[in-house]
């Protein structure tokens, strides 16, 4: 059983920098990706970066390319995301999530998500 783990939630201030970090345990080489999903209040959770656990290939969202990096450590089954420049629309619950695929069978998880305020 996969769980994801996030780092506490934090309050930073406008045009600051933020790292959240997810640990993943019981992780299996049959995982993919992990992502971030931000989630604000009344919306829709939205994607902004994803990277891949075997080759490291980063994705990302249009809106926060130059502005966000997302990294992993593969030994400690950690991803992080790095934040630049935030602005308090940023503020949001963070989700981490992972993709496990073993042959026809794909599960999602979740983590509990960790709440960023960004303050004017």
């Known amino acids: 059983q996969v769980q994801l783990l996030e780092s506490e939630g934090v309050v930073v201030q406008a045009r600051g920098s933020l790292r959240l970090s997810c640990l993943a345990s019981?992780?299996?080489?049959?995982?993919?990706?992990m992502d971030w999903f931000p989630q604000a209040q009344g919306k829709q959770r939205v994607f902004v970066a994803s990277?891949?656990?075997?080759?490291?290939?980063?994705t990302y969202a249009e809106s926060v390319k130059g502005q966000f990096t997302i990294f992993i450590d593969k030994a400690k089954n950690l991803v992080s995301l790095q934040m630049n420049n935030l602005e308090p629309e940023g503020t949001a619950v963070y989700y981490c999530?992972?993709?496990?695929?073993?042959?026809?069978?794909?599960?999602?998880?979740w983590g509990q998500g960790t709440q960023v305020t960004v303050s004017s």
């Open positions: 990277i891949t656990i075997g080759s490291e290939v980063a």
């Open positions: 999530h992972t993709l496990r695929r073993r042959g026809s069978d794909r599960r999602d998880y």
């Open positions: 019981g992780s299996d080489s049959a995982l993919t990706t």
